[in-house]
């Protein structure tokens, strides 16, 4: 598939899928794109005679054979690049510094915080040691991601602290510059906790599920009742005390709360940057099914519509999902790799063993390595950096492909015992959320640009 055309709202759009090119078209070029593929003009025009002047046709297709000569419309395809036969370099690294939670959320991939296994903290000499491997394994490249991780990682403070002070000296005498990250479900959060984090740039992830039933149904204390009121109030706080900077509120949608916008919404009057995703799970009646698709599809368009008013009335909120690049999006190894996970990205457990991303932890069978003698196992290793979305049956035809870069491989291991295998209903879901975001961030670039008069002639929003 070379091109995707879809349409939201009256607003038909173009995608060029090599490039990633977009443009905004109207239905005389739409009707076009049915039947043009760059090497047919005459036939264009005798399948659209009846309902078009051929002169106008004609026209239209001068300016597709200009963006053809451009490169932005049925570009060649992509060629794998040399990189991945190269050693990989680790970029990012996330320390499970705690296998333990002081919640119970229902849907927890985690297993409540345990993994599967014994509940734990991490050393501070495991964490060091894992740091340690992201800069020697990581070579010439100065910028580096660690994410501190659990369970709960608050539950382990004095590591966490330990780890932070040991990370930002490292920097200073390696020369590299380490993005910290932290996620945590605010219970533990206190003024001189988040003191500490702002004082040295600690991203913040804070998990929190939209309304207060939304939350308190899937996000108990292990004694059954709520967290909403307790997390809310640290977060309120946390967010006022960086300026609404350096943080995501993070949250879970599932089957209960199918009308997930609104949950989004809820958090937009807690703070602006925000991330709300599908719950991932093949079982439980929680479990998003293919039944509820138009109603998540519906949610993402309404979601997508009242983003982009807000944004243009100057009020607007940031929502990762739609935050796409259609100008400088990512480099062609990124475009078909995604997070790196097993050859760029690792997971270090709190006895230090090495998995491929923090959702792999305890699947023993993707055991990767350990922080005393690295990767062990360079053949998984390999099996990882070589699942790129060219090397997936399924994605090779996906219009999206280069956008998801083959999707989650823990979500696809999950319901397909194959990483090269993606997770159906979460592509769907991918799909929906990227022509809503290329959407939004075509009309944002013609606003920007002082061309939305034209656009919005035909272009309504939600009331």
């Given at each position: 598939m070379r091109?995707?055309k879809f349409s ?12 990633g ?8 070029t739409?009707d076009i ?8 003009d005459?036939?264009?025009v005798?399948?659209?005679q009846?309902k ?5 046709v004609?026209?239209?297709?001068t300016?597709?054979h200009e963006?053809i ?20 370099i ?16 229902r849907?927890c991939?985690?297993?409540?915080g345990d993994?599967?296994h014994?509940r734990?903290l991490?050393?501070?000499e495991?964490?060091?040691k894992?740091i340690?491997?992201i ?5 010439p490249r100065?910028?580096l ?13 004095d590591?966490v ?5 040991y990370a ?23 003024k001189?906790?988040?003191?500490f984090?702002?004082?040295?740039r600690?991203?913040?992830?804070l ?8 939350h308190?149904?899937?996000?108990p204390?292990?004694g ?11 977060f ?6 960086r300026q609404?900077?350096n943080y995501?509120l993070r949250?879970t949608?599932t089957a ?7 949950d ?12 709300v ?7 439980g009646?929680?479990?998003l099914?293919?039944?509820h698709l138009?109603?998540?599809f ?8 009242e983003?982009?008013?807000?944004k ?15 100008n400088?999006g990512p480099?062609?190894?990124k475009?078909l790799?995604g997070?790196?996970a097993g050859?760029?990205?690792f997971?270090?457990t709190p006895d ?7 959702q792999f ?5 993707y055991l990767i390595?350990n ?14 950096r070589?699942a790129?979305?060219?090397n ?8 999206a492909?280069?956008f998801c ?6 979500n696809?291991?999950l319901?397909?015992?194959s990483i ?14 990227l ?8 009309v ?7 061309r939305t008069?034209k656009?919005?002639n ?6």
């Amino acid at each position: 598939m070379r091109i995707h055309k879809f349409s939201i709202n009256g607003l038909n759009i173009l995608l060029d899928v090599n490039s990633g090119a977009v443009h905004i078209i109207d239905s005389l070029t739409n009707d076009i794109m049915d039947i043009f593929d760059g090497n047919n003009d005459d036939q264009v025009v005798d399948g659209l005679q009846t309902k078009y002047d051929p002169q106008d046709v004609r026209e239209v297709m001068t300016e597709l054979h200009e963006l053809i000569e451009q490169g932005l419309l049925f570009a060649p395809d992509i060629e794998v690049p040399l990189t991945f036969k190269q050693q990989p370099i680790v970029k990012s690294l996330c320390l499970h510094v705690a296998h333990d939670c002081n919640l119970r959320c229902r849907y927890c991939f985690a297993g409540t915080g345990d993994f599967g296994h014994s509940r734990g903290l991490m050393s501070k000499e495991v964490g060091e040691k894992g740091i340690e491997f992201i800069i020697e394994k990581s070579g010439p490249r100065k910028h580096l991601d660690i994410d501190f991780f659990g369970g709960e990682p608050l539950v382990n403070m004095d590591t966490v602290k330990h780890l932070v002070q040991y990370a930002r000296r490292r920097e200073q005498e390696t020369g590299k510059n380490i993005k910290l990250t932290l996620t945590t479900n605010g219970v533990l959060l206190n003024k001189e906790n988040e003191q500490f984090l702002n004082d040295n740039r600690v991203l913040l992830v804070l998990s929190l599920d939209g309304r207060r039933e939304v939350h308190d149904r899937m996000r108990p204390f292990a004694g059954g009742c709520g967290s909403y009121d307790t997390v809310v109030n640290n977060f309120r706080r946390v967010i006022a005390s960086r300026q609404d900077k350096n943080y995501f509120l993070r949250g879970t949608f599932t089957a209960y709360n199918l009308d997930f916008s609104e949950d989004v919404l809820d958090m937009a009057a807690i703070g602006t940057q925000l991330s709300v995703e599908p719950v991932v799970a093949d079982e439980g009646d929680y479990a998003l099914k293919e039944e509820h698709l138009p109603i998540v599809f519906a949610q993402y368009e309404k979601l997508a519509l009242e983003y982009l008013q807000r944004k243009l009335n100057g009020q607007g909120f940031e929502f990762f999902h739609f935050n796409v690049d259609l100008n400088n999006g990512p480099c062609v190894a990124k475009r078909l790799s995604g997070c790196g996970a097993g050859h760029e990205y690792f997971a270090v457990t709190p006895d230090g063993d090495l998995y491929p991303c923090h959702q792999f932890v305890g699947r023993e069978e993707y055991l990767i390595g350990n922080v005393d003698q690295g990767i062990t196992n360079e053949a998984l290793s390999q099996h990882f950096r070589q699942a790129h979305v060219l090397n997936k049956p399924a994605c090779r035809q996906c219009w999206a492909r280069y956008f998801c870069s083959g999707g989650c491989h823990a979500n696809a291991d999950l319901f397909n015992h194959s990483i090269l295998e993606p997770y159906t209903l979460g592509c769907e879901l991918q799909k929906k959320r990227l022509e809503c975001a290329i959407m939004v961030q075509a009309v944002l670039l013609q606003h920007n640009n002082g061309r939305t008069e034209k656009i919005f002639n035909n272009f309504d929003f939600i009331e």
